[in-house]
């Protein structure tokens, strides 16, 4: 049972526009939120995060947004760039547990210049 | 180092051999995961360590692997009796328990079992 779903696994998008990348997930303990991002041969690195007290984060040219209700999150990148060009992996974790974290099977982002 | 360091990076094992993976952590992160990128596949969660308590195994997906950390510095995961469908890239990762999300992984070990 996948507790952590990204149902896209590729998304292409036009240079200056919004790449938008969508995550559901099933356990209602999931308190914490994150998205990694990952180029080939390299490690995941962490990108943003949300905590469930919120609906929203921004860092720069991202921002994740947090549907509790829905149980999903997306993560916006406005304006893309070619460099974003990754998989973009969303993960999750419950206070009540061990603090591991669940990720999804990840989106292939590709920024057309 | 600065970063989390694993060796080695590739490493190809005939199918029934036993092979260790190793992790260096970042220096103080008292956090220690592993997780498996199997192809096409997401990060399966692995073992989850924390400063001295009970290592969290219910990621490990069978008896032949085990995984310790010694002295709450670097980690080793050993596969036993390897099969093919062992391969895949293992990736190690650390992070202060406080500042929780920005685990920093390493560069992972692409195992290959033929």
């Known amino acids: 049972d996948q507790q952590v779903k990204q149902n896209s696994p590729s998304l292409s998008v036009q240079e200056g526009r919004i790449s938008i990348l969508n995550c559901d997930y099933t356990?209602?303990?999931?308190?914490?939120f994150l998205w990694y991002k990952k180029y080939p041969a390299e490690g995941p690195t962490f990108l943003i995060s949300?905590?469930?007290?919120?609906d929203k984060n921004e860092d720069g040219r991202f921002t994740v947004f947090l549907n509790k209700s829905a149980k999903h999150l997306s993560l916006h990148i406005v304006p893309s760039q070619p460099g974003d060009s990754a998989v973009y992996f969303c993960?999750?974790?419950?206070?009540?547990?061990?603090?591991?974290?669940?990720f999804g099977t990840g989106t292939r982002l590709k920024v057309l210049a | 180092g600065a970063g989390v360091s694993q060796s080695p990076s590739n490493k190809v094992t005939e199918k029934g051999k036993d092979v260790e993976l190793r992790c260096d952590p970042i220096?103080?992160?008292?956090?220690l995961y592993w997780y498996r990128q199997s192809l096409g596949q997401g990060l399966e969660f692995l073992i989850y360590?924390?400063?001295?308590?009970?290592?969290?195994k219910s990621g490990l997906p069978s008896d032949r692997f085990s995984a310790e950390r010694t002295g709450g510095s670097v980690s080793t995961l050993t596969i036993q009796r390897t099969q093919q469908e062992d391969s895949a890239v293992y990736l190690c990762?650390?992070?202060?328990?406080?500042?929780?999300?920005?685990?920093?992984f390493g560069q992972g070990t692409r195992l290959t079992v033929v």
């Open positions: 990762a650390s992070s202060l328990v406080r500042d929780r999300g920005k685990a920093f």
């Open positions: 356990n209602s303990m999931f308190d914490y």
């Open positions: 220096s103080g992160h008292t956090a």
């Open positions: 993960a999750a974790s419950a206070t009540s547990g061990t603090y591991k974290y669940i």
């Open positions: 360590f924390q400063g001295n308590s009970a290592p969290d």
């Open positions: 949300i905590s469930s007290i919120k």
